[in-house]
């Protein structure tokens, strides 16, 4: 498929050779990922999956010298980790995005796959979510926040504190999805991101899909958690951004130009980083 789009694709076959539950040992896995950051001619680098593993990379990409050429990450859930080094300690833009086996199955819809192209190919090209609903009061208020977004998966982000790699968001738009987690579960991710003081330097937060977050009991509770745990914070909170691990898998471009505007029509503007690759 990324070849009909016109691109030039460079894999190693043999990254795939389990290991327990991951798909190679640490070493070869970040001795590929070191590779494509360092070659000249790469553009992208897209990940197949997710799951988890990228975290045991960590302290080896901590290690690197920044490259002289930009890459463009590609990936969400699990992917998280490698964002927030390329984003915070690299200075780099990157992309929240479907993984690349939701392509190879097709399990993208015409209008998506139409989207993504789109923000890997056109420099003007711009991603607005308006579709947002405040979740507090702060929320509601008229103003205009410009900034950048960071962030990921929730349980993701969450493990990323108290490491090298803590999420940092000063002055940034924070964004969070999840997948198969109960109420209770995320509940303790966002205490203890708020006891880490993560909120507090936070311009905003914003959340993608919470996908098969149900109860046994069929019911859902992950509105009224979000609802509950913000109302009374000072950082406007939304819902509503179309990313995440659901059917439709907008992409979201972290750490680059964006307008969040709060108050009775929210929305939020994405701008494409492309013009300073």
């Not at 927030?84 to 479907?98: C, E, F, M, R, T």
């Not at 977004?149 to 999420?167: A, C, D, F, R, W």
Request: charged share 20%; net charge positive; glycine share 6%.
């Amino acid at each position: 498929m990324l070849r009909s789009w016109g691109y030039k694709v460079s894999y190693r076959e043999e990254l795939q050779s389990p290991k327990v539950f991951l798909s190679h040992a640490d070493e070869m896995r970040f001795l590929a990922l070191k590779e494509a950051l360092l070659m000249p001619d790469v553009q992208a680098i897209w990940c197949l999956r997710g799951g988890y593993g990228a975290i045991r990379l960590l302290p080896a990409l901590e290690k690197m010298k920044v490259p002289k050429s930009k890459k463009l990450l590609i990936g969400l859930s699990d992917v998280s980790s490698l964002h927030a080094v390329l984003n915070q300690k690299w200075g780099w833009a990157s992309l929240h995005a479907s993984l690349l086996d939701r392509l190879a199955l097709n399990q993208l819809s015409p209008e998506n796959q139409n989207e993504l192209k789109k923000a890997l190919m056109d420099e003007s090209y711009h991603m607005e979510f308006s579709g947002l609903s405040p979740l507090n009061t702060s929320a509601k208020i008229n103003r205009r926040i410009k900034s950048k977004v960071v962030g990921g998966n929730l349980m993701v982000v969450t493990s990323t504190l108290g490491t090298p790699s803590q999420i940092n968001c000063a002055g940034k738009i924070l964004f969070l999805e999840e997948i198969s987690e109960r109420a209770y579960r995320v509940d303790r991710c966002l205490q203890q991101l708020k006891q880490a003081g993560v909120f507090r330097q936070a311009n905003a937060v914003v959340f993608g899909d919470f996908t098969h977050c149900d109860e046994p009991n069929k019911e859902n509770y992950i509105q009224q958690t979000l609802h509950d745990f913000f109302e009374n914070m000072k950082v406007p909170a939304f819902t509503g951004v179309e990313c995440g691990h659901g059917v439709l898998q907008r992409p979201l471009f972290f750490n680059s130009e964006t307008h969040l505007t709060c108050g009775l029509k929210p929305r939020m503007i994405v701008y494409s980083p492309f013009k300073s690759l």
